[in-house]
Nanobody
Framework: DVQLQASGGGSVQAGGSLRLSCAAS????????KCWFRQAPGKEREGVSC????????YYADPVKGRLTVSEDNAKRTVYLQMNSLKPEDTAVYYC????????????????????WGQGTLVTVSS
């Protein structure tokens, strides 16, 4: 079975940092695309960042460019989201997701149609 296990959420003050992790199993990790999405209270889910494999291409939503960095470790089968300079508007439940087929890495971000989803991890940024 495919499993995506997100962790690393927590509470932090504005300007702080967090690193989210998503441990994956049950699929060919180094040939699937992986994304992070988030859903803030009362808002729709939105794409944050995606990384494709094996080429490592990345894509970021405009609100997080320059502050968040997506990466992956194939040996550990883990995707990371390094979050720096956090803002209160980054407060949300963050979800990792994976997709087997895509044409462009940005397509995964904007379509939000992914094959597999993990459970969320809550990030709270206080001002």
């Amino acid at each position: 079975d495919v499993q995506l296990q997100a962790s690393g959420g927590g509470s932090v003050q504005a300007g702080g940092s967090l690193r989210l992790s998503c441990a994956a199993s049950g699929f060919r990790f180094d040939h699937w695309g992986k994304c992070w999405f988030r859903q803030a209270p009362g808002k729709e889910r939105e794409g944050v960042s995606c990384i494709s494999s094996p080429d490592g291409a990345t894509y970021y939503a405009d609100p997080v460019k320059g502050r968040l960095t997506v990466s992956e470790d194939n040996a550990k089968r883990t995707v990371y989201l390094q979050m720096n300079s956090l803002k209160p508007e980054d407060t949300a439940v963050y979800y990792c997701a994976a997709d087997a087929v895509w044409s462009k890495v940005s397509d995964m971000l904007y379509s939000g149609v992914m094959d597999e989803w993990g459970q969320g991890t809550l990030v709270t940024v206080s001002s």
